[in-house]
């Protein structure tokens, strides 16, 4: 089988695109395998994740997303910024704002002169609403891991969950070690993104991410969000600033006025292609997949 797609990134967060406006390029239950084959670097394209196109009877298109794991998730800001760029540099539709379904509800990007914005929604702030294992709002908690100490965390939903924790050297934090830890943690019945979050000024963050399902990215569009609204609910930074990334710079506002996060930054397409792909590949052994 042939399979045709784009690669596409926003800050470093890269990704694989795959059109499916006229149906599924595999049965639905190929669908993990396939993320993980794709996105598996140096054996394969490699990738943070893959976007699956497909068309809505609620919006202008529908996103399905899944991480290099092969689990799939709610929502990606950088992901969707991705999947609108690719609509219009197609002329899939000339809308200035589209409508995007996702598990975490109808999000609406839209141009914004070479950069996309997306409104993200409101946050959900609720420890029953993230989820997160606790009650009321989630702020500087403390949070015991054995064997790696304790770290305050501060949970924000932004249609995937996240757990905040503020440090004073971003740089020099082991978030390969820590992060999949926090993820994992007993609290999270869903897991959790992690962001580690140096604040550089009110107005600037420095953000490193261990991403659920796929490990340290070189950015994340939910999890600058959350880092933002974390800092805001802390008094740690102003509701408008910008979140420095290893993979690039993204700006976030947290509106007063109708309480919305809305997301700005880049999104480009890298390359297009077609390889050659088994029809029975899923069906193969977990350690034969990539070869």
Not at 149 to 178: K, S, W
Request: aromatic share 6%; glycine share 10%.
């Amino acid at each position: 089988m042939t399979l045709r797609f784009t690669k596409m990134q926003g800050a470093g967060n890269d990704f694989i695109l795959i059109d499916c406006l006229q149906g599924l390029p595999l049965p639905e239950e190929a669908l993990p395998a396939l993320a993980r084959r794709l996105c598996r670097r140096r054996f394969c394209v490699g990738a943070d994740q893959l976007l699956l196109l497909l068309p809505s009877q609620r919006a202008d298109f529908r996103m399905r997303i899944l991480n290099s794991d092969g689990s799939e998730v709610q929502m990606c800001g950088n992901g969707i910024r991705c999947l609108a760029r690719y609509i219009w540099n197609r002329g899939l539709s000339h809308k200035d704002t589209l409508e995007i379904e996702t598990p975490a509800g109808i999000i609406r990007p839209q141009r914004a002169g070479q950069l996309v914005q997306v409104d993200m929604g409101p946050p959900r702030l609720e420890a029953q609403d993230i989820p997160v294992g606790l009650k009321g709002r989630v702020l500087g908690y403390p949070l015991d891991i054995p064997g790696a100490g304790r770290y305050l965390i501060t949970c924000v939903g932004m249609g995937n969950p996240h757990a905040v924790v503020f440090v004073d050297d971003v740089e020099g934090f082991p978030v390969a070690q820590v992060g999949p830890l926090i993820e994992r943690h007993g609290l999270f019945p869903e897991r959790t993104n992690v962001e580690f979050v140096q604040v550089l000024s009110p107005r600037r963050l420095k953000v490193r991410v261990w991403e659920r399902g796929a490990g340290q990215t070189l950015a994340c569009g939910t999890g600058a969000s959350a880092a933002a609204v974390a800092a805001a609910l802390r008094g740690l930074a102003e509701r408008r600033l910008e979140v420095e990334l290893p993979g690039g710079l993204l700006k976030v506002h947290w509106q007063k006025a109708d309480g919305h996060v809305y997301l700005s930054g880049p999104a480009e397409e890298v390359f297009r292609a077609e390889m050659e792909i088994p029809d029975t590949f899923h069906e193969e052994k977990e350690g034969q997949q990539d070869v």
